[in-house]
């Protein structure tokens, strides 16, 4: 992975997401719409506002965009996988939103209008992006005076969590495709965040911070979400042999966090790092 281009990298993820696209965030399971509307919610869109949902994938910021804003303000949703782009598009113009635009392309470099923006988000994005100190400044650019800019990122992993990211880790062979859950030490702390958007010139910076339950009434339901996740790419590495010893080892996991409903929760830490053009 770290032999690869920046333009490589870009490419590798936009091959990924396309191969998840049509299963992502489609289990029924509440994460990606939970995650994203905590970012909306932060941002306060008003309506008549114009606002950017970079990295957009199936729409989980963009809908939540889109209602806030109304018809009198617009979205402009970017992502770099095809799969996602027509899907997204597909759902947009199933709910007659005609004030939403899904475009592709690459948020490391976004072709949008500068200064044209009161709100740029980008949830679950950032870490993906090989060079995110370039691609800042030039989301901060996208926004007028004033404007919001708002991420969210994952707080390290724990608990049960961690657990089965660390059970995948000793399945792990390389095969050329990503390992899609390792992040860069610089997402490891709220500070290293905040330093990313400050050092990109934003003003007012700050992090809040959400803890999500991931609720599962089985391990078959975890499965079909996982692989409707970037987690996917931990299955594309585990060997295919393994894949029923890793699902028995996954099942005690979660047995071993089961809430008083009978559900297994899954908890993750959202960290929101917000900031505005000055
Ligand atoms: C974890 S998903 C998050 C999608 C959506 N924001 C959500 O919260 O469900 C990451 C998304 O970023 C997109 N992506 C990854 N790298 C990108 C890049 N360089 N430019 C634009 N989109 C990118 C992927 O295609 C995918 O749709």
Redesign the pocket.
Known sequence: MSAATPQEQ?HQ??G???T??AS??QSGVPF??T??QG?VERLAPRPGERAA??????????FPLAEAVGPEGRVDA????PG?VRLTSEAVAARGLDHVRVLH????D?SLPPASYDVVA????LF???QPED?LPRWLDLLDEGGRLGV?TFRPWSGTWKAIEDLFAEYDHDTGRPATTSMPDVYATDEGVEGLLRDAGAADVRTDALRVAVPFDDVEQWRVWSLG??MRGLWMRAPEEKHEEILARVADLLDADRGPDGRSRLHVDIRYTLGRRA
């Open positions: 870009v993820w936009a990924m997401f396309d998840l696209s992502y965030d990606f719409t995650i994203a970012l949902d970079l990295g957009a994938g199936r729409g989980a910021a963009t970017l992502d770099v996988a996602m392309g690459d948020a490391s976004p980008s949830s679950l994005v993906f992006l090989p691609a969210a996740t970037a």
